[in-house]
């Protein structure tokens, strides 16, 4: 039996030991295992507490079961829940108890959703909100990956390829009737203002996005700058635990340390980096060498240091805000008093006067990090891309629709040709075209038992 015809079990709940443990169950043996380990096949839908029992009628747990025969069920398939208590040793005698049945094996990391997906239960799109979903750290993150699950874009995407197809028949019945003298005149000219029109609107969703799908991947900000200004001592107050250590000496921090934070809701990643100066030690003279390049491939640059006037890190491409650290120890009260500047939506050239150690000027920095965020993603209200590749194929669709209607005047045929390529973009979007080579990258990341 060809794997993909076999039926698939796993874990489909959090890491044991754990109050209950879900395992699920897809393929046409799920009934017969489930007549077998249960007794009988409940109710559809209707969850059931039964005595789990292996084929030699061993007991394996007291535990609640559920049946949801195909093809109303997430994968299309029969699929039989197993609500047991989580422990390791119950979840090792269900598995070796389901194991034991013919064709029937252990599911592959993303293979339940990549059936529900080959089953017509959700489109490509729907697969990829579903794995953000399941990845989302930060409310901002959940919000964009329910609205790709809840199919907005794959519920316009479906409109627009179905327009286009009805615009593509339009023309090519006007080429069909060429002879039949104001026949294609009356039946290209309004193809072309439904084109004129699909493009307008794809052209204002890939406007409006901004750069919505970095939100996937977050915001990098490296805190650079000479040795011993205090940059570790701002990353774990920004972290509010300890990730770095804290010395007077210079030169302590030798690599790159990255925490992970929540601001607002938008995922920012911190790096801390080494001391920027010349130096022997071919150890730190690494150190360096990678907090350049970091700091280079950073959307922002926090260049710190102390009351003494320094030279601020050149050759970043990423805005660099210089941050005054230390003002808790400058002698002139009237400095370390002094409001910070700039920074409110992050341009460059933004100076702020902190103590990372006492906390004094941080609500402000902090503050002006999150309004960078909020810039650099752009609005996250009613935004339907969220993945480079979702955003690559409409670019396709938009330029194939441009040239149908800027080409028209040379041949109906070359504009009919492009409609079906902006078509066969749209397709690829939903996943329902020549995607084979995409799938194994899309499913191969979500975890096993989705």
């Not at 990353?235 to 990730?243: K, Q």
């Not at 950073?298 to 003002?327: C, E, H, M, Y």
């Not at 100076?351 to 309004?371: C, H």
């Amino acid at each position: 039996m060809h794997p993909r015809e076999q039926t698939i079990f796993a874990l489909s709940s959090g890491r044991p030991p754990s109050a209950i443990a879900l395992v699920r169950v897809s393929g046409s043996q799920a009934g017969p295992v489930l007549t077998v380990l249960a007794g009988k096949i409940p109710a559809p839908r209707m969850a059931t507490r039964v005595l789990l029992r292996d084929v030699a009628q061993q007991l394996i747990d007291d535990a609640v079961v559920l049946w949801f025969p195909g093809p109303a069920s997430a994968t299309g398939e029969d699929v039989a829940e197993f609500h047991v208590h989580g422990g390791r040793a119950v979840l090792a005698a269900l598995f070796t108890a389901l194991a034991a049945f013919e064709n029937i094996r252990a599911a592959e990391p993303g293979e339940f959703t990549r059936r529900a997906f080959e089953n017509g239960k959700l489109d490509l799109t729907e697969a990829e909100g579903l794995d953000d979903l399941i990845h989302a750290d930060t409310e901002r993150q959940r919000r964009q990956a329910l609205r790709q699950l809840k199919g907005l874009l794959g519920d316009r995407a479906r409109d627009w390829r179905a327009q286009i197809i009805e615009a593509s028949a339009l023309i090519e019945a006007g080429i069909d009737f060429s002879d039949e003298a104001d026949v294609p005149a009356e039946l290209i000219a309004p193809a072309l203002l439904k084109v004129e029109a699909l493009l307008a609107e794809i052209e204002e969703v890939l406007a409006a996005q901004g750069r919505s799908e970095r939100l996937r991947d977050g915001l990098v900000v490296a805190i650079a700058g000479p040795p011993n200004v205090g940059k570790s001592t701002l990353m774990n107050y920004l972290a509010r635990r300890e990730v770095a250590i804290v010395s007077p000496h210079a030169g302590t921090t030798r690599d790159i340390i990255e925490v992970q934070l929540d601001l607002d809701g938008y995922p920012v990643t911190v790096i801390d980096t080494a001391g920027i100066r010349e130096t022997d030690d071919p150890v730190e003279q690494e150190g360096v060498r990678r907090a350049r390049a970091r700091a280079a491939e950073a959307d922002l640059v926090l260049w710190l240091a102390d009351a003494q006037p320094q030279k601020i890190l050149s050759g970043a491409t990423a805005p660099v805000w210089l941050v005054r650290n230390k003002i808790d120890l400058d002698a002139d009260p009237a400095v370390g008093a002094q409001a910070n500047r700039g920074g409110g939506r992050g341009d460059a050239g933004a100076e702020f006067r902190i103590s990372a150690s006492r906390g004094d000027g941080m609500p402000e920095l902090v503050a002006a990090v999150v309004g960078f965020a909020h810039d650099y993603f752009g609005s996250d209200d009613g935004g339907l891309i969220g993945r480079a590749r979702q955003r690559k194929l409409l670019q396709e669709t938009a330029a194939s629709l441009r040239r149908s209607v800027e080409i028209v005047g040379n041949g109906e045929e070359l504009a009919a040709e492009e409609l079906r390529a902006a078509a066969y973009s749209l397709g690829r979007l939903l996943g329902r075209v020549d995607v084979e080579d995409i799938l194994d990258v899309i499913f191969r990341d979500f975890c096993i038992g989705k």
